[in-house]
């Protein structure tokens, strides 16, 4: 994995930004780790999924940095499966993730976002 | 080699490297894994994948998300760098290559006796190293025992045509040469 700048999101963590927003835009507010994995996966003609440790790094980064929030699963939901960790978009998660996909589609954005601020 | 046997590897190395975390942070791990191998195995065999295919994509996760498993500890732990936790994370980590390799392959054929001297002799090393790294001009109790168990591990390695072993003390004996060296220079 690259070595983060400091205030700057990895390529990996713009991606997860974009494929949450995307998934937003088409009425799914919340995601999970597997269901997220196999949409990068997609998205990305990848024949792999991202590794275990990889992805549940980035995305506790991504909390920490206030662009996603988390909870659990309702255990009624879970319907007898191990319950999810569901991940969802904050607001300013969501205008990071828009300006990296307009930059993206510009080709006019360097390889990381900016974060507001970096956690400590 | 089964998804659920895979998965349930997964598991066990999760419970290794969340080990002395806070509970809460290490039970999240635990059971945000444990939902993704689930949710990992239903979404494959809905898809008609083959199980040993579907053990093998598991694994190839799991390999791939070491580097970040450790890092995340290290950053996660108050404890992460205590020698004795780096160690025994350095251990496991290269125990569950042939670990790994035994649901792959019938090449790799290990006991729980190989798997206890292996993890015993890696150990006893990376602690001795650790000491003599940390030690003083002079101390050459560690450095002695260090290089004896290298020149052990090469005669076993050997007679018991084992060459890995035989690579082992080799690269022990090495570190301990380059260790006592670094540590005379710093003392002059």
């Known amino acids: 994995m ?3 700048k400091p205030g700057t999101l990895l390529p990996l963590e713009t991606e997860i930004l974009g494929v ?9 507010a919340t995601f999970h780790g597997f269901g997220l994995a196999q949409l990068m996966r997609e998205q ?3 024949r792999s999924l991202t590794g275990h440790g990889t992805l549940y790094k980035a995305l506790g980064r991504l909390e920490e940095f206030g662009l996603l929030t988390s909870r659990w699963e309702d255990a009624a939901a879970a319907e007898g499966r191990p319950r999810r960790r569901l991940y969802e978009l904050t607001g300013q998660g969501a205008g990071l993730a828009e300006q990296a996909l307009a930059g993206k589609a510009d080709k006019a954005i360097g390889p990381s976002s900016r974060v507001a601020s970096e956690p400590t | 080699m089964t998804p659920e046997r895979m998965a349930e590897l997964v598991a066990r190395w999760v419970r290794v490297y969340t080990w002395n975390l806070p509970p809460p942070t290490a039970q999240r791990r635990i059971d945000e894994i444990d939902a993704d191998l689930h949710d990992h195995i239903a979404h494959e065999r809905a898809h008609g994948t083959k199980d040993r295919r579907i053990a093998l994509s598991i694994a190839a996760r799991m390999l ?4 970040a498993d450790v890092s995340w500890r290290g950053r996660t732990s108050k404890t992460a760098y ?3 936790v780096r160690i025994a994370l350095a251990t496991a980590l290269i125990l569950l290559l042939p670990l790994v390799a035994m649901q792959i392959t019938d090449e790799v054929d290990w006991g729980l006796a190989d798997f206890v001297s292996a993890g015993a002799l890696l150990g006893g090393a990376g602690l001795l190293l650790h000491r003599l790294a940390a030690g003083k001009a002079g101390n050459l109790a560690y450095g002695a025992v260090a290089t004896a168990i290298g020149v052990a591990a090469i005669v076993f390695g050997e007679a018991d045509d084992a060459p890995g072993l035989m690579l082992f003390g080799g690269l022990l004996i090495v ?3 380059a260790l006592a060296v670094r540590t005379a220079q710093r003392s002059e």
Not at chain 1, 20 to 28: Q, Y
């Open chain 2, 82 to 84: 205590r020698p004795a």
């Open chain 1, 2 to 4: 690259p070595r983060r």
């Open chain 1, 44 to 46: 990305s003609g990848s």
């Open chain 1, 20 to 28: 949450a927003l995307s998934m937003r835009r088409s009425g799914e």
């Open chain 2, 175 to 177: 570190g301990t040469v």
């Open chain 2, 64 to 67: 791939r998300g070491l580097a």
